[in-house]
T-cell receptor, first 114, second 116 residues
Framework: DAGITQSPRHKVTETGTPVTLRCHQT?????MYWYRQDPGHGLRLIHY???????DKGEVSDGYSVSRSKTEDFLLTLESATSSQTSVYFC?????????????FGPGTRLLVL | AQKVTQAQTEISVVEKEDVTLDCVYE???????LFWYKQPPSGELVFLIR??????QNEISGRYSWNFQKSTSSFNFTITASQVVDSAVYFC?????????????FGEGTQLTVNP
């Protein structure tokens, strides 16, 4: 158990509304990631963070923003949700500073945009 | 650019059969890391194994074994004497030492169904 929680676990929203997903970790990991999982695509990186206020884009970052004001929290925001953002969202932490370290995942958030 | 291919979308076996899940990767880096994750029907992602590019030794853990071959860019996963509890989606993933953030690139996953 890597001490990762995600909230909410399930959410239904309407197109055009803003949505914020929260990832919380208890073990002071520096690196945190947001992925989305869609059928036929596996998991794809949205954004990641390498420290407080330090973030960078992944391969599918359009329509998403992130913030990290505290080590333990990494927020993913959909400024104006679209149906194409219906997905399962996973947060992950990297278990250490070395690039070889394993990423461990939170339980996921299932988002439905109507 | 890094890429992972899991050509087997779905595999169905009968309990106690052996099954191999294929994973082929592409990378330009000489230093990289390969992973397998399991996603059971409950939805969480469970880490199974990590291999670095300098270590081509095969690994066995109980009924699980992994065959890493740099010559064919493959990192295959075999389950011996499969059980119903092995039913899950299995993902192979790659990270490169030179890629910022050491992000993971995942294959599309293989849905394994083990029937009683």
């Amino acid at each position: 158990d890597a001490g990762i929680t995600q909230s909410p676990r399930h959410k239904v929203t309407e197109t055009g509304t803003p949505v914020t997903l929260r990832c919380h970790q208890t073990e002071n990991h520096r690196y945190m990631y947001w992925y989305r999982q869609d059928p036929g695509h596996g998991l794809r990186l949205i954004h990641y963070s390498y420290g407080v206020k330090d973030t960078d884009k992944g391969e599918v970052s359009d329509g998403y923003s992130v913030s990290r004001s505290k080590t333990e929290d990494f927020l993913l925001t959909l400024e104006s949700a679209t149906s194409s953002q219906t997905s399962v969202y996973f947060c992950a932490i990297r278990n250490g500073l070395a690039v070889s370290e394993t990423q461990y995942f939170g339980p996921g958030t299932r988002l439905l945009v109507l | 650019a890094q890429k992972v291919t899991q050509a087997q979308t779905e595999i169905s076996v009968v309990e106690k059969e052996d099954v191999t899940l294929d994973c082929v990767y592409e990378t330009r880096d000489t230093t990289y890391y390969l992973f397998w994750y399991k996603q059971p029907p409950s939805g969480e992602l469970v880490f199974l194994i990590r291999r670095n590019s300098f270590d081509e030794q095969n690994e066995i853990s109980g009924r699980y074994s992994w065959n890493f071959q740099k010559s064919t860019s493959s990192f295959n996963f075999t389950i011996t004497a499969s059980q119903v509890v092995d039913s899950a989606v299995y993902f192979c993933a790659l990270s490169e030492a030179e890629t910022s953030g050491s992000r993971l690139t995942f294959g599309e996953g293989t849905q394994l169904t083990v029937n009683p």
